[in-house]
């Protein structure tokens, strides 16, 4: 059981927007910063959004994070057949004073 | 360019001990924590500790009493040692580097934004 939840699948095609939520607590999203990545079938995570909303060099501008009070949401615009992989979401958790993952969602672009 | 290059045994006999290291090569090996994340086959990412330059480690409460990190500045390498695994280990091993600061709170967790390539670490007699 992961301490913040998220959805365990979500689907669209291609060109619409999708958006995954990240639901947590006080003690971690409603206190800390929150990002997301991106995991390919076989391959290790690649950072998407951090500190909620912030994209690293490279990541195109069709991905955007934002925070409501305990959770956060990635939003994916413009969709593409690439965009079909695992999200997860972090966020550091006060009370295991480390950061804490989502269980993932796996998104499949119809 | 940062790389991160990991490496250790892939097969362990229960209650032996794991152990991996992982090589940082570009950017600078201070004021970064170094990680480590395991996935169980078809499951979701765990955070295991990390360690930072200086040796200053952060163990998940729920692994510590097996945990075992250190890191050698002069080869720009950090390392995990688990201790008496058993099945429930069996996962993909990855390092990675953590953004961040514990001394500013607002900014303490700016993500892992370079990972290893993972090992697949399995448990079994």
């Known amino acids: 059981q992961s301490v913040l939840t998220q959805p365990p699948s979500a689907s669209a095609t291609p060109g619409q927007r999708v958006t995954i939520s990240c639901s947590g607590s006080r003690s971690n999203i409603g206190t800390n910063t929150a990002n997301w990545y991106q995991q390919l079938p076989g391959s290790a995570p690649k950072l998407l959004i951090y500190n909620f909303n912030q994209r690293p060099s490279g990541v195109p501008d069709r991905f955007s994070g934002s925070k409501s009070g305990t959770s956060a949401s990635l939003a994916i615009s413009g969709l593409q057949s690439e965009d079909e992989a695992e999200y997860y979401c972090?966020?550091?958790?006060?009370?295991?004073?480390?950061?804490?993952f989502g269980g993932g969602t796996k998104l499949t672009v119809l | 360019q940062v790389q991160l290059q990991q490496w250790g045994a892939g097969l362990l006999k229960p209650s032996e001990t794991l152990s991996l290291t992982c090589a940082v090569y570009g950017g600078s090996f201070s004021g970064f924590y170094w990680s480590w994340i395991r996935q169980p086959p078809g499951k979701g990412l765990e955070w295991i500790g990390e360690v930072t330059h200086s040796g200053s480690t952060r163990y998940n409460p729920s692994l510590r009493s097996r945990v075992i990190m250190s890191v050698d500045t002069s080869t720009n390498q950090f390392s995990l040692k688990l201790t008496s695994v058993t099945a429930a280990d069996t996962a993909v091993y990855y390092c990675?580097?953590?953004?961040?600061?514990?001394?500013?709170?607002?900014?303490?967790?700016?993500?892992?934004?370079?990972w290893g390539q993972g090992n697949l670490v399995t448990v079994s007699s």
């Open positions: 972090a966020a550091w958790d006060d009370s295991l004073n480390g950061p804490v």
């Open positions: 990675a580097r953590r953004r961040g600061s514990d001394v500013i709170v607002a900014v303490r967790f700016l993500g892992y934004d370079y």
